[in-house]
């Protein structure tokens, strides 16, 4: 299926999943407060948390935290021009995934909720003394949910692709001879 993007480009999308490791780009746990507790950036793998990251996390912050004051709802995505951040609330803290723009959203979303899942296991934010070290194991454990996530989507497409993909032919051939009886 041809896709036109901005400014006219083209790209070909063969699944929902276009390279998921390199289209998901930043990966952050941040307290309702702002305070950031994980942030893994895929783009940049320098490993520490940058200034801009922080940014970041508070910026997310205070557009969460005016969202629920001003409007009783909470932040789920953003859309920039080649980005979206998806944001997952939840009572103390928030996940939020920055990805390319053509990035297919039930995939992200499964990536959140797992991502929660361990974490929530793991850690009780509610006795979080300052030290983020200890959010510092959570790195491979969120490569490993991208990438288990990919691989399963994958091999849906596999085996359901060539089958939708055989039908959805059929139905163009039989659309087609519909217009023709029509117009002949």
């Known amino acids: 299926m041809e896709c036109n993007r901005n400014k006219g480009t083209h790209f070909k999308i063969e699944s929902g999943i276009l390279e998921a490791k390199k289209l998901i780009e930043n990966v952050s746990i941040i307290l309702n407060s702002g305070q950031m507790l994980y942030n893994e950036n895929f783009k940049d793998q320098g490993g520490e948390i940058s200034d801009k990251d922080f940014l970041i996390s508070g910026l997310l912050s205070a557009l969460s935290n005016l969202a629920k004051e001003a409007f009783g709802e909470k932040i789920e995505e953003?859309?920039?021009?080649?980005?979206?951040?998806?944001?997952?609330?939840?009572?103390?803290?928030?996940?939020?995934?920055?990805?390319?723009?053509?990035?297919?959203?039930?995939?992200?979303?499964?990536v959140l909720?797992?991502?929660?899942?361990?974490?929530?296991?793991?850690?009780?934010?509610?006795?979080?003394?300052?030290?983020?070290?200890?959010?510092?194991?959570?790195?491979?454990i969120i490569k490993n949910i991208i990438e288990?996530?990919?691989?399963?989507?994958?091999?849906?497409?596999?085996?359901?692709?060539?089958?939708?993909?055989?039908?959805?032919?059929?139905?163009?051939?039989?659309m087609s001879k519909e217009n023709a009886l029509e117009r002949g």
């Open 148 to 174: 288990e996530n990919k691989t399963r989507i994958m091999r849906l497409k596999d085996k359901y692709g060539k089958k939708l993909q055989d039908e959805l032919k059929k139905l163009v051939t039989l």
């Open 113 to 140: 909720r797992q991502i929660h899942e361990v974490f929530s296991e793991r850690h009780d934010v509610s006795e979080f003394n300052g030290d983020i070290d200890e959010f510092k194991n959570l790195a491979p």
């Open 78 to 110: 953003i859309i920039l021009q080649n980005q979206k951040i998806f944001v997952k609330s939840y009572e103390k803290y928030f996940i939020a995934l920055t990805a390319d723009i053509r990035i297919d959203p039930v995939y992200v979303k499964n």
